[in-house]
């Protein structure tokens, strides 16, 4: 059976009880499990999801195969509303997640409970039609459904505190736009959260800007 490589990052995680990666949705973007698990309106602590008529300004935001973003830092002033032009430069799936650090572990672990089902991130996104998001043969082991609870479970805590979060995902040579209301007292940061991609640094930050 071969072995996905995400599932063994995040059995190490859970079983730590540590954190990884992005967050949840609820703010724009993609409407993922995270959405429909949030009923309660999050907090916008570092900002929240916003309409493309809501924007003061547009900026392109570039990311590729080398597992980077293009630019990593992004300077923003406090109550502005930016669309994000998010630009896959690259041959394999990409997304951008906005969010406070506790929604992007929450995401990241979302996308192994989902690598292991092969539950879809939203409506008509299939997880093994989509390169780099194909999942294995999971066993049937008590060691295993102990893994799934406790990947269960962490997911339902930080479902409890993960802050206003939105996200995207981008097909190869593809653009797609998100839109976020810099309006929180605290900056979020971004990233992507296909098969690795956090775990090996694709990941960007905002600043405020004077």
């Known amino acids: 059976m071969r072995r996905n490589p995400l599932i063994t990052t995040l059995a190490v995680l859970v079983a730590a009880g540590g954190s990884a990666a992005c967050g949840g949705h609820g703010g724009g973007g993609d409407n993922g499990p995270a959405a429909a698990s949030a009923a309660r309106p999050r907090p916008q602590t570092y900002g929240r999801g916003g309409l493309p008529a809501e924007a003061t300004r547009t900026v392109e935001l ?96 930080l479902d409890r505190s993960a802050a206003a979060n939105a996200s995207v995902h981008v097909p190869p040579g593809q653009s797609r736009d998100l839109t976020w209301a810099f309006v929180g007292d605290k900056v979020p940061v971004f990233g992507c959260h296909v098969e690795q991609h956090w775990a090996r640094g694709m990941r960007g930050s905002f600043a405020w800007a004077g």
């Open 62 to 157: 570039k990311m590729g195969d080398d597992l980077r973003f293009e630019p990593a830092t992004v300077a923003v002033r406090h109550g502005e509303i930016v669309t994000f032009h998010v630009v896959n430069t690259g041959t394999m799936l990409h997304e951008l997640t906005i969010g406070d650090q506790d929604a992007q572990d929450l995401h990241e672990a979302q996308m192994a409970q989902m690598a292991m089902t092969g539950d879809t991130m939203a409506p008509g996104m299939d997880m093994g039609s989509m390169p780099g998001m194909e999942h294995g043969t999971m066993p049937n082991t008590p060691e295993h459904r102990k893994y799934m609870k406790n990947l269960a479970d962490r997911i339902a805590s």
